[in-house]
């Protein structure tokens, strides 16, 4: 499906397409607490978009350009129907097809976000792009810009898996209040399929695809929305949830050797990873309440990451919110990584849940292992 480019899309874009995004223009704002060199605030306006790969992966096979076609590569067989789903709640994936990488997915959501926030790439200062499946080791934002003629914006990645998002949004939020920066774009982007041994069903019948954007502006206090944020690492449960170097080496003279550079597969330990999960991401948005003086029942909506339905009906019974106000759309994507917060929060602002005064618990977790959550007051227009 084709979309004429927007306004500064360039031609290096894979086949010059765009992807057909939501419509909705959206706005909220991140406050600050001290003014910036020129005496202003910080406003985060989010203006978010998402470009969905070519191709839809579900127990019925791939459906792309040219159809269904089988997918069943192997004995062992993947799919996301059935037990998966029942276990998951994920039903379908977006997987990139052929053109597609993580830097054309993000250039198109960045692009959109542009569109929609009546910027152009000039104005720009600075390009965050949240990834843990970069194109390039050295730095994929770069690319972004270059593609989207961000000329006068630095750009650079953001690693911190399925937390990016998250960690990204709030790094920019620290530019924007201290005056260094006064338009942003953050990037959330993730093509995790090529990351997976389709042999190990514990891991291929999770992860998809996908991109989404936010564009930043400084703004006056009074529109502060940003509640409160926490960020959170432990390296030492790293080996939960890895996408690991391998260990190989290639003879040099006199009986050296060097590493040989490469990754294996995505490798993960379920359980635990449940478990970290179910305890962690309560406990940091129990502490996020507590310090802003708020409590479970004055919550709106819980927008986690979008890993597991059971994670997400875990904290939801954990602060005894109703499970219609989870947002969750693990049925239709599955879990896209660095992506799934801006996913999510799109469909919900442009199907009319989220509205003007709501206010939001979110939270991303993930490898590192690393987690996050903001409280944010939704002030942005309805769709």
């Not at 001290?34 to 005496?39: F, K, L, M, Y």
Request: charged share 20%; with cysteine; hydrophobic share 45%.
């Amino acid at each position: 499906q084709e979309n004429d480019k927007p306004a500064g899309a360039h031609a290096d874009l894979p086949d010059g397409r765009v992807w057909p995004l939501g419509a909705a223009d959206l706005a909220a704002w991140a406050g600050c607490n001290s003014a910036d060199a020129r005496g202003d605030f910080m406003r985060t306006v989010f203006w978010r978009q998402h470009p969905r790969p070519e191709y839809v992966l579900d127990e019925d096979g791939v459906v792309g350009h040219d159809g269904p076609v089988s997918w069943l590569a192997s004995p062992a067989g993947c799919y996301c129907g059935g037990a998966p789903f029942s276990r998951t709640g994920i039903g379908a994936r977006r997987v990139a097809g052929p053109g597609e990488t993580v830097t054309s997915l993000a250039a198109a959501a960045g692009l959109a976000a542009l569109e929609q926030a009546g910027w152009r790439p000039a104005d720009l200062d600075m390009i965050l792009l949240a990834t843990s499946s970069p194109d390039d080791l050295f730095g994929t934002a770069p690319r972004v810009q270059a593609a989207i003629g961000a000329s006068n914006a630095v750009a650079f990645d953001l690693t911190a898996a399925c937390s990016g998002f998250l960690f990204a949004l709030i790094t920019a939020a620290q530019y924007l209040r201290s005056g260094a920066m006064e338009r942003v774009l953050v990037i959330g982007a993730d093509q995790l399929s090529r990351w997976l041994d389709w042999d190990d069903r514990r891991t291929c019948v999770l992860f998809g695809d996908g991109a989404g954007a936010v564009a930043l502006e400084a703004c006056p206090a009074e529109e502060d929305g940003l509640v409160a944020f926490r960020m959170r690492s432990d390296g030492s449960r790293n080996g939960c949830l890895t996408l690991a170097q391998v260990d190989r080496h290639q003879p040099l003279l006199g009986g050296l050797s060097a590493q040989v550079g490469g990754f294996s597969p995505i490798q993960m330990n379920g359980q635990e990873v449940y478990k970290f999960a179910v305890r962690e991401v309560p406990a940091v948005l129990a502490e996020l309440l507590q310090s802003s003086g708020l409590s479970a029942d004055q919550l709106d909506w819980l927008l986690l990451h979008q890993a597991n339905q059971r994670i997400l009906n875990a904290v939801a019974e954990r602060f005894s919110m109703p499970h219609e106000r989870v947002l969750s759309n693990l049925a239709s994507y599955g879990n896209t990584s660095a992506a799934t917060i801006p996913l999510m929060l799109d469909e919900a602002v442009r199907d009319g849940r989220i509205r003007n005064g709501h206010l939001i618990a979110s939270s991303g977790f993930g490898a590192g292992l690393s987690w996050g959550g903001a409280l944010l007051r939704w002030r942005g227009p309805a769709a």
